[in-house]
């Protein structure tokens, strides 16, 4: 079992739409949540951190829920520039250990 | 700016011809990371580093050596490379510090060094 699982879609909405991605893991010693974006042949570049109690950035809604070892991320009111592929990321510190999920592909269309 | 850098960016070779990739940081972190990214198995760390002259294996380091003789360079060697390790490679670096029982550690990509072993 992969340590860090995501659906790996590929999600089609529409402009507008809301749309939600899980990411479940297996550690229980993970310590810091994120989610990435990353573009078609790019670098991955980091979306937004998830904090325990819940976080929002803009259209973008984090939540974690550490006892069933699961992360969300909402998008509300897709918009064409969403089109990527979101990446769940957790981190075992102190040394930085990241596991990356394989990823969530989303496709915005008009 | 503050930045990743990868060369080359892209490379074809033939198999057993060593190589080497560089990379390098400009924003004195102290954290530096080698991942490969494969269809479906997403980003895999081979190596990483905490700090100059400590390096440690990921989770498939096997064919792959690093060093870390100075802060801002990590490079990446493929002493007799294979076709098996044919794929995208990121560089990445971050800080490293824990305060307070909570840590930040956003990792900072390079552009990634698409390499094809034939």
């Known amino acids: 079992r992969k340590e860090v699982e995501q659906d790996p879609g590929p999600f089609n909405v529409p402009e507008g739409a809301t749309v939600a991605f899980n990411c479940t893991y297996s550690n229980s010693a993970s310590q810091s949540f994120f989610w990435y974006r990353q573009d078609c042949r790019k670098e991955p570049k980091l979306l937004m951190s998830?904090?325990?109690s819940g976080n929002e950035d803009g259209r973008f809604t984090a939540q974690l829920n550490r006892a069933s070892q699961y992360i969300s991320l909402l998008i509300r009111d897709s918009k064409l520039s969403d089109s990527a592929t979101y990446l769940c990321?957790?981190?075992?510190?102190?040394?930085?250990?990241?596991?990356f999920g394989a990823g969530t592909r989303l496709t915005v269309k008009p | 700016e503050a930045q990743v850098t990868q060369n080359p960016r892209y490379l074809i070779t033939v198999t057993g011809k060593k190589l080497t990739v560089t990379c390098s940081q400009n924003m004195n972190h102290e954290y530096m990371s080698w991942y490969r990214q494969d269809p479906g198995l997403g980003l895999r760390q081979i190596y990483y580093s905490m700090n100059v002259e400590v390096t440690d294996k990921g989770d498939v380091p096997e064919g792959y050596k690093v060093s870390r003789k100075e802060k801002r360079n990590f490079p990446l060697i493929l002493e007799s490379p294979s076709p098996n390790q044919t794929s995208l490679y990121f560089c990445?670096?971050?800080?490293?510090?824990?305060?307070?029982?909570?840590?930040?550690?956003?990792?900072?990509f390079g552009p990634g060094t698409r390499l094809t072993v034939l």
């Open positions: 990445a670096s971050s800080l490293s510090w824990t305060s307070g029982g909570g840590s930040y550690n956003e990792q900072f």
């Open positions: 990321v957790v981190n075992r510190t102190p040394n930085n250990d990241m596991r």
């Open positions: 998830v904090y325990s």
